[in-house]
């Protein structure tokens, strides 16, 4: 699988960015899908994760309650709705996939995209 992340970009503090995960290679709606993100200095930090298998959804404590994870089998395509952004939020921002046992593991997944940027001015 080959992962192509974009949607970051500059946004003010209350505001909102999507991030899109576009995904090639084997089958696709067969795989499990994280966000994860990363402050330089700092472990990478599970956000959001998705199965490929009924599309259950998780949430790390940082994104409860403001952002969603989706994604549309059709276009090999997962997002992330972020909204209510905060500065804290300010990390590049990866997606994954693979099989996964443990979601919010990153050690789990075994492709991974080469992340987008997302700045939350205060």
């Known amino acids: 699988v080959q992962l192509q992340a974009s949607g970051g970009g500059l946004v003010q503090a209350g505001g909102s960015l999507r991030l899109s995960c576009a995904a090639s290679?084997?089958?696709?709606?067969?795989?499990?899908m994280g966000w994860f993100r990363q402050i330089p200095g700092k472990e990478r930090e599970f956000v959001a994760a998705?199965?490929?298998?009924?599309?259950?959804?998780w949430y790390g404590d940082p994104a409860k309650g403001r952002f969603t994870i989706a994604r549309d089998n059709a276009k090999n395509t997962m997002y992330l709705h972020m909204n209510r952004l905060k500065p804290e939020d300010t990390a590049v921002y990866y997606c994954?996939?693979?099989?996964?046992?443990?979601?919010?593991?990153?050690?789990?997944?075994?492709?991974w995209g080469q992340g987008t940027l997302v700045t939350v001015s205060s």
């Open positions: 994954a996939a693979g099989e996964v046992a443990m979601l919010a593991d990153p050690a789990e997944y075994g492709y």
């Open positions: 290679g084997r089958t696709y709606s067969s795989v499990d």
């Open positions: 998705i199965r490929g298998s009924g599309g259950g959804t």
